[in-house]
């Protein structure tokens, strides 16, 4: 179960243009830039805590660049949250804010955000 839920995981940041493997170099530079207010990089650095890439996996710090970028209307970021929020990591399981953050990433243009909300809204997880 937890094997195929990473899987899934994987190959829809892969299929939503996000992970790939960066050197330690390249690291440093998104954690700085991340430190530094951007929001793209701050859900790259994300990415990179959720999936234990070039650093410890850690889904608490991973929600928090989430979170940092998704505040300043970073769609994929937002997406990302809200995946966060639907599955418990690293924060409480929570549908309706998981909705919420789905919703916003739909508005801001992101197609996997408009799927994810439109399959919540379907369960009827208000």
């Known amino acids: 179960m937890l094997q195929k839920l990473l899987f899934a995981l994987v190959s ?3 299929f939503c243009g996000t992970a790939y493997s960066d050197s330690r170099e390249k690291l440093q530079a998104i954690q700085l830039e991340a430190e530094n207010g ?3 990089a701050q859900n790259k650095l994300g990415v990179y805590y959720e999936i234990g890439l070039n650093v410890n996996k850690d889904d608490v710090e991973a929600v928090k660049w989430y979170r940092l970028a998704a505040e300043q209307g ?3 970021a937002q997406f990302n949250l ?3 929020y639907e599955e418990g990591m690293g ?3 929570d549908y309706t804010t998981a909705k919420a953050w789905y ?3 739909c508005k801001n243009g992101w197609e996997c955000g408009c799927k994810k909300y439109r399959h919540l ?3 009827g997880s208000e």
């Open 12 to 14: 829809l940041m892969l």
């Open 82 to 84: 809200g995946e966060m």
């Open 103 to 105: 919703e916003k990433a």
């Open 91 to 93: 924060v409480v399981k």
């Open 38 to 40: 951007n929001a793209q």
């Open 121 to 123: 809204s379907a369960k």
């Open 74 to 76: 970073h769609a994929e």
